[in-house]
């Protein structure tokens, strides 16, 4: 039995130059756990959005075929209308969020459906207990990490208990343990979930079907096992996150010490984010900073760069800083994106163009930030920090919501860039900080813990 069904659905965002889904047909069955890969921009999320009654509710446009959940013509029915049935997690959980405290937060949707009062710190308790994130009931929302705020969203989600459960990259803020469990929640239930991703190992053991999208067309659906075959055969990236490195591609000298961080402590009200860390970066080499959601590698990230000014310790910088958050989209303020990029460099459009192109964003120069996919904000984002050629660069989370091919590029340029700089990566995704760091710090409860370097050469810290 269909919960969900898209026929012929044509989409079109106001102003765009082309249609972000073009006649797409889709039908979802109960309890089926359909995964949506494809390239940034693809229309995964836009499907999603469409299956949620956001298009073209909310987001205007000009919208063509049918889409229909739980029975419901999306175009005669509201968004509203649709609540309880559908569930969604988007991108930016930091949008998503409307209330100061967590218990709340997850409550809100079920005190909005007309739950039974007396049931519903219940439900709330089991949603975030089920993410692992029972011991954040209490805390403030605009105090928590990305990602344990992400964990929140995909609580307040569950509770609803929905027929048809949309996710929109909801591991992309996650460290491997908490996304693991997440998706086997969330596919262990009844509902049908619909699940866009660019990190396609993870789901992909629990997907029953898998639909790839490329350009806005549907371009594969096919069962799991089919499907892994033809993208073995015709888009072998998207089962390995990233390529190999070449031998030897890690052994080089380490320049000049660049930015220090010595014993630093920082505590946010009666929580201590970092205990007492020490940290060295020196022009020349890239540092990967891993850990749990919620150990504290933000928060060093932003006293690194000068963003946040340190409780106890000390912290000695050399040159320009530029820190790329995990949430870019949240800063822009250009209506063009080499505009965006050449705020950074007194207005100099060529240099921002030239940005743009290094990232992969050429001919994207007079599109408005926020038509962007994720994953291409993501990359304006980057282009407007490395424009200003900083001595010291700091990308938090900078792979979210970028397919596998960018994922690629993107290791190419930090490496082939580092030689000009200092380079920390704060990152979940371990294959990437595998393949593109020279070394690697592990964060754990505040504390951190040196890991191993790569290459032959001896690369031992001084100081």
């Known amino acids: ?13 106001p102003g765009a130059l082309r ?33 949620a009654g956001l298009v073209p509710h909310f987001h205007g446009g000009r919208f063509a075929g049918r889409v229909e959940v ?79 705020l992400q964990r929140v969203c995909l609580a307040s989600a569950l509770a609803l208990e929905p027929s048809v459960l949309l996710l929109d990259e909801p591991t992309s803020q996650l460290d491997p343990a908490a996304a693991d469990a997440f998706l086997e929640r969330a596919c262990g239930g009844r509902a049908a979930v619909v ?33 892994l075959a033809w993208l073995g055969a015709e888009r072998s990236s998207w089962l390995s996150a990233t390529n190999s490195v070449a031998a030897g591609a890690f052994e080089h000298e380490r320049g000049a010490l660049v930015c220090r961080a ?60 530029s820190y790329l958050a995990q949430d870019p ?32 964003l050429a001919g994207f120069e007079d599109r408005h930030p926020r038509d962007l996919s994720t994953g291409e904000r993501e990359r304006l984002a980057l282009a407007a920090v490395l424009v200003t050629a900083p001595d010291v660069l700091i990308l938090d989370e900078p792979t979210r919501g970028v397919d596998p091919v960018r994922k690629e590029q993107l290791a190419a340029l930090i490496r082939g860039g580092r030689a000009r700089r200092a380079t920390l990566v704060v990152t979940h995704d371990r294959l990437f900080a595998e393949h593109v760091a020279d070394r690697e710090l592990s964060f754990h409860d505040g504390a951190l813990v040196p890991g191993h370097r790569r290459g032959t050469r001896s690369l031992a810290m001084d100081g």
Request: hydrophobic fraction near 45%; proline fraction near 4%.
């Open 329 to 360: 989209g949240r800063y822009v303020v250009c209506e063009r994106a080499d505009q965006e990029v050449a705020l950074g460099v007194d207005g100099d459009l060529d240099r921002a163009r030239a940005a743009l192109a290094a990232v992969g």
């Open 70 to 148: 739980g029975g419901l013509d999306t175009r005669t029915s509201r968004p509203a209308a649709l609540a309880g049935t559908v569930a969604t997690v988007f991108q930016n959980p930091e949008e998503q969020v409307v209330m100061t405290r967590v218990a709340a937060e997850v409550a809100f949707g079920l005190e909005n459906l007309g739950v039974e009062p007396s049931s519903i710190a219940a439900r709330a308790r089991e949603a975030l207990a089920a993410v692992g994130a029972q011991d954040l009931a209490e805390r403030r929302t605009f105090e928590l990490s990305a990602g344990e």
């Open 195 to 227: 699940l866009a991703e660019q990190r396609a190992e993870l789901p992909l053991d629990l997907c029953d079907r898998v639909v790839f999208l490329e350009a806005g067309r549907i371009v594969l659906d096919a069962p799991r096992d089919e499907a």
């Open 262 to 321: 010595t014993r630093v402590s920082l505590a946010f009200g009666e929580r201590l984010a970092v205990d007492r860390a020490d940290l060295e970066l020196r022009r020349g080499e890239v540092v990967a900073l891993t850990g749990p959601n919620g150990s504290g590698k933000t928060t060093l990230a932003k006293l690194a760069a000068g963003l946040l000014e340190p409780d106890a310790g000390e912290i000695v910088r050399t040159g320009r800083v």
């Open 19 to 51: 249609p972000s889904l073009c006649d797409v047909s889709l039908t979802i069955e109960a309890g089926e756990r359909v995964l949506l890969l494809g390239p940034s921009g693809s229309g995964k999320s836009t499907l999603l959005r469409a299956f």
């Open 1 to 13: 039995m269909a919960v969900a069904r898209a026929e012929r659905l044509t989409f079109a965002y």
